[in-house]
Nanobody, 121 residues
Framework: QVQLVESGGDFVQPGGSLRLSCAAS????????MVWYRQAPGNQRELVAA???????NYEDSVKGRFTISRDNAKNTVYLLMNSLKPADTAVYYC???????????????WGQGTRVTVSS
């Protein structure tokens, strides 16, 4: 059984910073792309940032220059460093990963349970 567990969500004032973490556990052979999504109340889930196994990154326009995605392949963990936070960043943040399991050639799509980020004064 593979699980993704997010942590790091909190209440923060505008201009503040947070670092989210998402750790994958289980019988994992390899993790391909890891992605952070977010969903604000009343909105659709949107991609925030993605990182390939080789370290190539991609960001949603509104977070470019403020957010940084990174990963530690040895720990099967992806991070999202969020600086200069704005009230518009308030959302539940979800981790997604494309995972190959040991002994299984298929690629599985896994999601975490979400971690809440609230930016308010």
């Amino acid at each position: 059984q593979v699980q993704l567990v997010e942590s790091g969500g909190d209440f923060v004032q505008p201009g503040g910073s947070l670092r989210l973490s998402c750790a994958a556990s289980g019988i994992i052979f390899k993790i391909n792309t890891m992605v952070w999504y977010r969903q604000a109340p009343g909105n659709q889930r949107e991609l925030v940032a993605a990182i390939t196994s080789g370290g190539t990154t991609n960001y949603e326009d509104s977070v470019k220059g403020r957010f940084t995605i990174s990963r530690d392949n040895a720990k099967n963990t992806v991070y999202l460093l969020m600086n200069s936070l704005k009230p518009a960043d308030t959302a539940v943040y979800y981790c997604n990963a494309q995972i190959l399991k040991v002994g299984d050639p298929r690629i599985y799509d896994y999601w975490g349970q979400g971690t809440r980020v609230t930016v308010s004064s």
